[in-house]
């Protein structure tokens, strides 16, 4: 098995090394600045149809590698100025220097170029950071503008998690620097959850995929987030402060070689958290630290060193709760009495090393070497006493809403003692080489994991003072056995996984272009072998993008292939928690058909995206969510199937400011032992909405709101078989809306005296979550009456709450 495997990687390697040579780059380099020739930073310089792009540092300097010997267009935006476009063809190896003066817009506002936020050529779209610090969210991240992208979908805005076209979160890429990044294991809540890995402050870029993605893309089925850290050219900073935590970075040069990129974030959202129905102390505590440094030995040779450390920790001594729910012809209420506590801690550390070589000016050489390591607690002994009551609805009743009728008493005890320790190790090697019409890309990988769990944790439920289940009865027994206590649930193992996997991919883009259409393709084939499992994968992939050169700007395309995901620790850990030998890789034939479409509308630019998609999964792991716990089944004995359409309209509906709106139709089921069943993601319809606007004459002031909504997700009783699962939670329905004013922006003048010159730009915001106080189903808690009938009792997310937030850059 492994000469296959050395076979086969070097064959890939071999296919590389076939690479015809590059295609030439050249330099652009320069100065933007504003009428009083006063630098402005952070302009955004991009090359239109190319990924990437360069923002000026803070005396407006910059410099853009771009393509050589072909046409380009060159694009310089940033808020309250004029966009300025320009064509240039530039010879192999010039440096062309740029002093571009921007013209103040007289609305004061962001004029955007919608054609340069999507990469055409690919099904990635490319999200403008910028974008981060306006949405209004819990968590103030880039997930959360994910979550607002056609074909995702989430249902919980107290974690970052978000399900792509039927899949779940562990089916998710996401990179940071060309470097995988992991979420914690043993999450099972959003009030747990904290911090995601991503700094907002320190990304550059950001491109996201739903579907459809290359081959040079790693080993999941669902999506791809690629995200880029800043390159610092200057001294810079930013931080803010709000009722939810405080973040803070600080980015520049030590010499001309040397730069460095530090950002800090302390979020503690227990404020936010003593709106739960489950009132008790919250003592919630995230605080992470990332660092980028990068070293220019030459022009050509350059290491980079990303770190960060992240402790979160989750205290909760719950005390009561009340929870009304049901119709309004049939209500009921809850009330639970707690004794204990739940005490929980995730820390983790990675640290990547990056080598980029650049031997000639047409190959792109990138050596990597990362460690990732997580120690993981989850301890918890809960004891509960609670009231079932039947309420009175008759309006004309004096004792509306008030207990009528006790249906029953009960208690649940709660215990844990769950631990995780886990370390993955990666060595990876990428290259690209262009000529011409084509660019080749290939990669070979090697990752060795160490994952060991323990895991001690059971539930014991009492109905009316009996326990359940309830032993056989013995009255009048002179000799009644002495039978143990059954628990209505009990898990205790320990297991232990140690593993390598390898993997390679090549791939190949072609550009076409003439008089009538421009087309590109891309092929490629990637390949992996687990030794857990001993299984060898293939996976060949293809895109094809047409562009007709018709008056309306329009742009088709197709793309497809296998899409293999082998199991991660998570999935080989069934529901009694033992290791599942021989488990084998869900894999998905996808095919992806889309287009955009750019036009006008009340003189102002609009795009419009389309995507039709299926995906025929095989070797499916079945598996329920209960929150955000995902409890996999440890067996291949499904298969199943996911289709839908997305579509996505953004530009300015505000004229200068750009918003969007997403909406999804989507199925996804599974067949099991013959039956057709809902996935636990079958999410039928989702629409999303990010609008901003702002106060005529004055810009400074902007509103932003976020709009969400999602039909139900399928569930059913615990310990149920996945038939069972067949009942709808209600829909998800989310407002959250923004107000800030601006005190200190590009207009500002400031004496020399005056400690606030230091800053570039100022906001001072309030936030309102959940607008109109709309009750919204995560999950539910299972109670049983007297009579043995069970209740499904909503465990509800947050309810309206405010934020108050100041932000800085300087």
Same mark, same amino acid.
């Given at each position: ?373 997580? /120690?993981?607690?989850?301890? /918890?002994?809960?004891?509960?006493? +609670? ?70 944790? =059971? ?52 550009? /076409? ?24 994968? /293939? ?73 039709? +998609? ?43 400011? %750009? ?10 089921? %599974?067949?099991?032992?013959?039956? =057709? ?85 100022? =906001? ?47």
């Amino acid at each position: 098995m492994k000469k296959i495997v050395q076979h086969t990687l070097s064959c890939l390697l071999w296919l590389a090394s076939l690479s015809v040579s590059a295609q030439q780059t050249a330099l652009l380099f320069g100065r933007i600045t504003d009428a009083d020739q006063q630098g402005i930073v952070n302009a955004n310089i991009t090359v239109t149809g190319i990924a990437g792009g360069t923002n000026t540092d803070k005396k407006g300097n910059f410099e853009l590698s771009v393509p050589a010997e072909k046409k380009i267009t060159v694009v310089i935006t940033f808020i309250g100025f004029e966009t300025v476009s320009m064509q240039m063809e530039l010879k192999p190896g010039e440096r062309k220097e740029l002093r571009q003066t921007l013209t103040q817009t007289s609305t004061s506002l962001p004029s955007i170029e919608v054609k340069d936020q999507q990469l055409r050529t690919n099904t990635f779209n490319r999200i403008d950071p910028k974008s981060i610090t306006l949405i209004p969210s819990a968590n103030a991240g880039i997930e959360d503008l994910i979550k607002t992208m056609p074909g995702v979908s989430s249902r919980n805005e107290l974690s970052s998690t978000y399900s792509v076209r039927g899949g779940n979160y562990d089916e998710n890429l996401v990179f940071v620097n060309d470097i995988e990044v992991y979420r914690p294991f043993l999450i099972r809540s959003g009030q747990q959850e904290g911090l995601s890995f991503l700094n907002p402050d320190l990304v550059s870029s950001i491109s996201f995929s739903a579907g459809g993605f290359d081959a040079k893309y790693g080993d999941k089925m669902s999506s791809v987030l690629d995200i880029k850290y800043k390159r610092p050219a200057s001294f810079a900073g930013s931080f803010d402060v709000s009722l939810l935590g405080a973040n803070a970075h600080v980015e520049g040069m030590i010499t001309k070689k040397f730069s460095y990129l530090i950002g800090a974030r302390y979020k503690t959202n227990s404020y936010f958290l003593k709106g739960l129905d489950t009132k008790g102390e919250y003592k919630p505590r995230y605080f992470d630290v990332q660092t980028l440094f990068n070293y220019e030995f030459s022009k050509k040779f350059e290491l980079s060193l990303l770190g960060t450390y992240s402790a979160n920790s989750y205290k909760l001594i719950p005390q009561t709760r009340e929870t009304s729910f049901g119709t309004v012809g049939e209500a009921y209420k809850l009330t639970i009495f707690f004794d204990g506590q739940e005490v929980d801690s995730y820390q983790n550390w990675l640290a990547a090393l990056t080598a980029n070589w650049k031997p000639t000016p047409e190959l792109r050489l990138k050596f990597t070497g990362s460690a990732y390591q997580t /120690f993981e607690n989850e301890t /918890f002994d809960v004891s509960a006493e +609670y009231w079932l009551g039947k309420l009175e609805v008759n309006q004309g009743n004096n004792n509306v809403g008030q207990v009528t009728e006790a249906l029953g008493v009960g208690a649940f005890l709660t215990h844990a003692r769950n631990y995780l320790d886990g370390t993955v190790f990666n060595l990876e090697h990428r290259g690209t080489w262009e000529k011409g019409i084509s660019m080749a890309q290939w990669g070979i990988k090697y990752q060795h994991e160490y994952f060991h769990y323990v895991i001690n944790e =059971w539930e014991m439920q009492d109905s009316a003072g009996y326990s359940l289940p309830r032993p056989l009865d013995s009255l009048g027994s002179q000799t009644p056995p002495h039978d143990s206590l059954l628990l209505f649930d009990a898990i205790k193992n320990k297991s232990r996984e140690e593993s390598n996997r390898y993997s390679a991919f090549f791939q190949n883009t072609w550009t /076409f272009k003439n008089e009538k259409n421009d087309i590109a393709l891309t092929a490629g084939l990637r390949s992996m072998y687990w030794d857990f499992n001993q299984q060898i994968l /293939f996976d060949p992939r293809v895109n094809i993008s047409f562009q007709p050169h018709w008056k309306r700007d329009v742009v088709f395309r197709v793309s497809g292939g296998y899409y293999s995901q082998p199991p991660t620790f998570r999935e080989i850990t069934d529901l009694r928690g033992n290791i599942v030998q021989g488990l084998k890789a869900q894999r998905a034939i996808q095919v992806v058909a889309g287009s955009d479409l750019y036009f006008s509308a009340w003189g102002r630019p609009f795009k419009f995206v389309g995507e039709a +998609y299926y995906k025929y999964i095989t070797n499916l792991i079945p598996y329920t969510i209960d929150n955000l716990k995902i409890r996999y089944y440890g067996t291949n004995d499904a298969f199943g199937y996911a289709t839908g359409v997305d579509f996505r309209v953004n530009g300015e509906f505000v004229k200068g400011i %750009e918003s969007w709106a997403s909406l999804s139709i989507m199925k996804t089921e %599974e067949n099991i032992n013959g039956d =057709w069943i809902p996935r636990p993601t079958d999410q039928r319809v989702n629409l999303s909405i990010f609008f901003q606007d702002y106060i005529p004459h004055y810009p400074s002031w902007r509103m932003n709101l976020t709009l969400y909504y999602g039909t139900g997700l399928p569930f059913g009783p615990p310990n149920a078989t996945k038939s069972q699962q067949n009942l709808r939670m209600p829909p998800y329905r989310r407002v959250d809306i923004g107000l800030a004013k601006q005190i200190i922006g590009a207009s500002t003048k400031f004496s020399k005296k005056n400690p606030f010159r230091v800053f570039d730009s100022m =906001w001072i915001s309030l936030e309102v979550f959940n607008l109109f106080q709309l009750s919204n189903t995560v999950s539910y808690l299972w109670v049983t009456d007297i009579n043995n009938q069970q209740y499904a009792v909503p465990n509800y997310l947050t309810p309206r709450q405010f934020n108050l937030k100041l932000q800085a850059t300087f």
